[in-house]
């Protein structure tokens, strides 16, 4: 079992991995958005990169809804640093 500290240092990770995972995907969507791909190609594109920010997010969530079902150990009961 992790400890409270551990449970909170998880969150934030993926908390920073969501945020920069946000950033870039939009980035790339804005490029082809603003005509960086033109035709067929470029909307193939677009969509792609919207349904892999959809699946992201999705992921994202249920890594945090999993941390909150944790039930953290307390220090000194058999938790084990790694």
């Given at each position: 079992?992790?400890?409270?500290?551990?449970?909170?240092?998880?969150?934030?990770?993926?908390?920073?991995?969501?945020?920069h995972h946000a950033h870039e995907?939009?980035?790339?969507?804005?490029?082809?958005?603003?005509?960086?791909?033109?035709?067929?190609?470029g909307d193939r594109l677009a969509?792609?990169?919207?349904?892999?920010?959809?699946?992201?997010?999705?992921?994202?969530?249920?890594?945090?809804?999993?941390?909150?079902?944790?039930?953290?150990?307390?220090?000194?009961?058999?938790?084990?640093?790694?």
């Amino acid at each position: 079992m992790a400890t409270r500290e551990q449970i909170d240092a998880a969150r934030r990770r993926i908390e920073q991995l969501r945020d920069h995972h946000a950033h870039e995907v939009t980035a790339l969507i804005r490029l082809v958005d603003d005509g960086a791909l033109k035709g067929a190609a470029g909307d193939r594109l677009a969509a792609d990169l919207r349904a892999w920010d959809r699946g992201f997010k999705d992921r994202f969530t249920r890594a945090l809804s999993l941390l909150d079902s944790l039930r953290p150990t307390e220090p000194g009961q058999g938790a084990t640093s790694r």
